[in-house]
């Protein structure tokens, strides 16, 4: 079994669809909580407009204590443009993702730009900060709430440019959860066969309860870097039937009973997502074990 690295994005893609701004302490709480159970990626906020996203207005102050308080830590930030990853490397952060949609419409909801403008605003990104790790966040990657399904021929063809402009990482991401075994399979494989110099990375919607079939096909078809959130907290605010996100406990939990080996403690995982979903109310949680109240069946005989 090769072993999975997860990368919890919680903070950020969860914490970004919550309209009442969460207390800086709260989010701390949080992100020591994960640490504490053993998450060791950690995509801990987003390096945008405070406009656009007022959930993200204490992204500079949230990097510098974390930065601090775990150096030891692959922290992660999301970054939507040139201006974004300036204040990221100001900030000390030295891997971000930035996203475009396969989807040119969701394109111009979600980060109001053509696919010629964000190809050029992420070649500027990569002449200016060299040495910064940018991996490509692909939405909509298997589907689009505007365009419907989309194809493993066009995700192949849309990463070209980006791939000769020097990415390294794409990270597929299934924005509205509307992806298959079957297609993520085959998605993985078109990719990996023309780029297999790429490291290739999943982020799995849990819409219509595909999250964890469709995490596993892609962990089965090579793919060693996951995405989650803990409770399964998010969607996104600029796609229309995007729910919430794959749940990091329920992850874990599949991942730990199936032979894989992940040091990170499950149970903290649970309670943690518990205390998440007291602390934040009015958010969508997709996760399951931490809403039972024996998830790991500790009791059984």
């Known amino acids: 079994m090769n072993k999975i690295e997860i990368y919890e994005v ?23 909580g994960l640490i504490t159970a053993g998450i060791r990626h950690l995509q801990m906020t987003s390096f945008v407009s405070p406009k ?10 949230l990097a510098r204590i974390c930065l601090e308080r775990y150096p030891e830590m692959d922290f992660l930030a999301l970054v939507p443009n040139l201006r974004g990853a300036q204040t990221a490397w100001e900030s000390g952060i030295r891997h971000v993702s930035t996203v475009v949609s396969l989807s040119e ?15 050029t605003e992420m070649a500027k990104m990569l002449e200016t900060y060299p040495e910064l790790d940018v991996c490509l966040d692909l939405a909509t990657a298997f589907g689009c709430p505007f365009e419907g399904k ?12 980006y791939v000769d402009l020097g990415i390294r990482t794409v990270n597929l991401c299934d924005t509205i959860g509307i992806a298959n075994p079957a297609q993520v399979r085959r998605t993985i494989a078109a990719v990996r066969q023309t780029y297999p110099q790429l490291d290739l990375m999943i982020h799995i919607h849990d819409t219509r309860n595909m999250g964890l079939v469709n995490t596993l096909a892609a962990i089965e078809a090579g793919v060693s870097n996951v995405q989650s959130t803990l409770g399964g907290l998010g969607g996104c605010p ?15 939990f599949m991942l730990q009973e199936m032979g894989y080996p992940l040091d990170v403690d499950v149970k903290k995982l649970i309670d943690l997502a518990r205390d998440q979903a007291r602390l934040i ?21």
Do not use: C, W
Not at 52 to 61: F, L, N, W, Y
Not at 150 to 161: A, R
Not at 283 to 301: A, W
């Open 150 to 161: 989309k194809t493993e021929e066009e995700v192949v063809l849309f990463i070209q440019p």
């Open 281 to 301: 109310p009015g958010g969508i949680f997709s996760g399951h074990l931490f809403k039972v109240e024996d998830p790991t069946n500790e009791h059984r005989n």
């Open 238 to 252: 600029f796609a229309p039937g995007a729910s919430g996100n794959l749940a990091t406990e329920d992850l874990v």
């Open 10 to 32: 919680g903070p950020r893609d969860g914490f970004q669809n919550i309209s009442a701004y969460i207390p800086l302490e709260t989010k701390l709480a949080i992100i020591d």
């Open 52 to 61: 656009a996203v007022p959930q993200m207005k204490d992204a500079v102050e």
């Open 105 to 119: 419409s969701h394109n111009r909801a979600n980060i109001n730009r053509t696919h010629a403008e964000s190809l």
